[in-house]
């Protein structure tokens, strides 16, 4: 029977190669929740199984199961705080506004791509050929109104997944580092993290000092500590994208609108920089055939670092900030390297 560190590994590959591909969020928690089984890990696997079948009633009698083997492991009080996280969380992943209210969506993630896909179908319905022209006016009115009701909703829609993928993403990736913590078989972290750290050296010196001293930081639980490395993470992807795209003038986009290239917008630059390397760079063709994710990507990581300047931020928030510059930085270096290849 094959030993069950190899099991785990080769779902920890499948995994990561899901997320490679770009697959779907579905496919990718689903592979994520059977990492946690294989590997029981209780917590995981009850915020992974909200996220692969959604809450119903029939989730409560799984859900007390998970608690009460939890509760057995660790007693009933660390259960229950750790229980109590993992809810929020997910609660917060599941949070979109609907009709000017903050709600939580709570289907399976299949369930919200299958609404997402209904919703797209209408938004991008096109008005039929052959009509008079006062129908195909009235028909042009009607299809704003409704592609205006919806954006909204395909764009909650869209960043909820993304969300649900990243903490998906991010839980494979700890599992993996765990599992191989000081062995010296190498890994596709191990490689990852010395493909960032050499390339940075030489595209940006200054956003990898910013890096490691945001790792540094995360190491230490205090306070101060925890908002030093939440700015550090934003120094790093300015220093990224000044390097990539120092600031300029203002850019007209392909869909004519004008956006700020100068200093403080270097989320702009960023974007508009792999816009710029399409046709130069594959990865950079993926990159920008999913260009809301990637805004979305960097308005998150703005987001968590402005956080940690104005209000609390946990020890977990500032690690998985750090986990997130990473992966971001290897995306964008990856673009770096296969452009100036080609």
């Given at each position: 029977?094959?030993?069950?560190?190899?099991?785990?590994?080769?779902?920890?590959?499948?995994?990561?190669?899901?997320?490679?591909?770009?697959?779907?969020?579905?496919?990718?928690?689903?592979?994520?929740?059977?990492?946690?089984?294989?590997?029981?890990?209780?917590?995981?696997?009850?915020?992974?199984?909200?996220?692969?079948?959604?809450?119903?009633?029939?989730?409560?009698?799984?859900?007390?199961?998970?608690?009460?083997?939890?509760?057995?492991?660790?007693?009933?009080?660390?259960?229950?705080?750790?229980?109590?996280?993992?809810?929020?969380?997910?609660?917060?992943?599941?949070?979109?506004?609907?009709?000017?209210?903050?709600?939580?969506?709570?289907?399976?993630?299949?369930?919200?791509?299958?609404?997402?896909?209904?919703?797209?179908?209408?938004?991008?319905?096109?008005?039929?050929?052959?009509?008079?022209?006062?129908?195909?006016?009235?028909?042009?009115?009607?299809?704003?109104?409704?592609?205006?009701?919806?954006?909204?909703?395909?764009?909650?829609?869209?960043?909820?997944?993304?969300?649900?993928?990243?903490?998906?993403?991010?839980?494979?990736?700890?599992?993996?580092?765990?599992?191989?913590?000081?062995?010296?078989?190498?890994?596709?972290?191990?490689?990852?993290?010395?493909?960032?750290?050499?390339?940075?050296?030489?595209?940006?010196?200054?956003?990898?000092?910013?890096?490691?001293?945001?790792?540094?930081?995360?190491?230490?639980?205090?306070?101060?500590?925890?908002?030093?490395?939440?700015?550090?993470?934003?120094?790093?992807i300015k220093a990224l994208a000044d390097a990539l795209y120092p600031p300029g003038p203002p850019v007209t986009g392909d869909d004519g609108?004008?956006?700020?290239?100068?200093?403080?917008?270097?989320?702009n630059r960023l974007t508009t920089w792999v816009l710029q390397q399409r046709g130069r760079s594959t990865h950079a063709d993926l990159l920008?055939?999913?260009?809301?994710?990637?805004?979305?990507?960097?308005?998150?990581?703005?987001?968590l670092a402005s956080k940690g300047v104005h209000a609390d931020l946990s020890h977990a928030e500032v690690e998985s900030c750090v986990s997130?510059?990473?992966?971001?930085?290897?995306?964008?270096?990856?673009?770096?390297?296969?452009?100036?290849?080609?």
């Amino acid at each position: 029977m094959e030993p069950p560190s190899e099991r785990i590994g080769r779902a920890i590959d499948d995994a990561l190669t899901a997320v490679a591909a770009n697959a779907p969020a579905s496919v990718i928690t689903r592979a994520a929740l059977r990492v946690a089984m294989l590997r029981q890990d209780t917590v995981a696997e009850f915020w992974l199984r909200m996220e692969v079948e959604g809450i119903d009633d029939s989730s409560q009698d799984r859900n007390r199961a998970l608690l009460a083997r939890l509760t057995a492991q660790i007693g009933a009080e660390g259960a229950q705080r750790r229980w109590e996280v993992a809810a929020e969380s997910f609660q917060t992943r599941r949070t979109m506004d609907l009709d000017g209210k903050r709600a939580v969506l709570a289907p399976s993630v299949a369930g919200l791509e299958s609404s997402l896909s209904s919703l797209m179908t209408i938004h991008d319905d096109e008005i039929p050929f052959g009509m008079t022209p006062l129908d195909t006016g009235l028909a042009f009115l009607d299809r704003q109104k409704v592609r205006s009701t919806l954006s909204m909703p395909v764009s909650e829609r869209r960043s909820m997944l993304e969300r649900i993928k990243d903490a998906a993403y991010i839980y494979v990736l700890d599992a993996e580092a765990q599992i191989l913590a000081g062995e010296a078989v190498p890994d596709s972290v191990a490689r990852g993290r010395a493909f960032v750290e050499k390339e940075l050296a030489r595209v940006a010196p200054n956003a990898l000092d910013a890096l490691r001293a945001a790792e540094a930081r995360s190491a230490d639980h205090e306070r101060e500590a925890v908002s030093q490395a939440a700015t550090s993470c934003r120094r790093a992807i300015k220093a990224l994208a000044d390097a990539l795209y120092p600031p300029g003038p203002p850019v007209t986009g392909d869909d004519g609108e004008v956006r700020s290239m100068d200093d403080d917008h270097y989320r702009n630059r960023l974007t508009t920089w792999v816009l710029q390397q399409r046709g130069r760079s594959t990865h950079a063709d993926l990159l920008a055939s999913n260009l809301l994710s990637l805004g979305t990507r960097l308005k998150s990581l703005d987001d968590l670092a402005s956080k940690g300047v104005h209000a609390d931020l946990s020890h977990a928030e500032v690690e998985s900030c750090v986990s997130w510059v990473y992966m971001l930085a290897t995306d964008l270096l990856r673009v770096e390297e296969q452009a100036n290849r080609n």
